[in-house]
Nanobody, 117 residues
Framework: QVQLVESGGGLVPPGGSLGLSCAASGSTFSIYAMRWYRQAPGKQRELVAVIITSGGSTNYADSVKGRFTISRDNAKNTFYLQMNSLKPEDTAVYYC??????????WGQGTQVTVSS
C-alpha cells in the first residue's frame, strides 16, 4: 500500500513556472516508477512524464519536452514536476502516480494547474 499526497498547483500566467510535489508513504521501497499525468476538461488523462526509481531514467510527452522536468528525492520519498514556459494548453488537473514492482498502481488526489492571464 502506498499513499500519495500532492502539493503545488495554482494559477500562473502564460510563460510562467510552477512546481508540483508528490510525497509517498507506505511501501515506498517497492516503487518502480513515478509518473505525472494530467487531464484537461473533456479530454482523456495523458501521461506527462515518468522517472524510473532505479537509475533515474526519464521520459516525457512530446508536448512538454524541454519545458517540464521530473525529478525525485529518494531520501524524502518525494518526486517533483517542474513546469516552465507554461502555456494555456497545459491547463489541467495533474495527478501523480506510482507503479510498484508488482505492477500495482496508486494515484494522488490531483491538483489543478491553470495557465491564464
Amino acid at each position: 500500500q502506498v499513499q500519495l499526497v500532492e502539493s503545488g498547483g495554482g494559477l500562473v500566467p502564460p510563460g510562467g513556472s510552477l512546481g508540483l510535489s508528490c510525497a509517498a508513504s507506505g511501501s515506498t521501497f517497492s516503487i518502480y516508477a513515478m509518473r505525472w499525468y494530467r487531464q484537461a476538461p473533456g479530454k482523456q488523462r495523458e501521461l506527462v512524464a515518468v522517472i524510473i526509481t532505479s537509475g533515474g531514467s526519464t521520459n516525457y510527452a512530446d508536448s512538454v519536452k524541454g519545458r517540464f522536468t521530473i525529478s525525485r528525492d529518494n531520501a524524502k520519498n518525494t518526486f517533483y514536476l517542474q513546469m516552465n514556459s507554461l502555456k494555456p494548453e497545459d491547463t489541467a488537473v495533474y495527478y501523480c502516480n506510482v507503479v510498484l514492482n508488482t505492477s500495482r498502481q496508486y494515484w494522488g488526489q490531483g491538483t489543478q494547474v491553470t495557465v491564464s492571464s
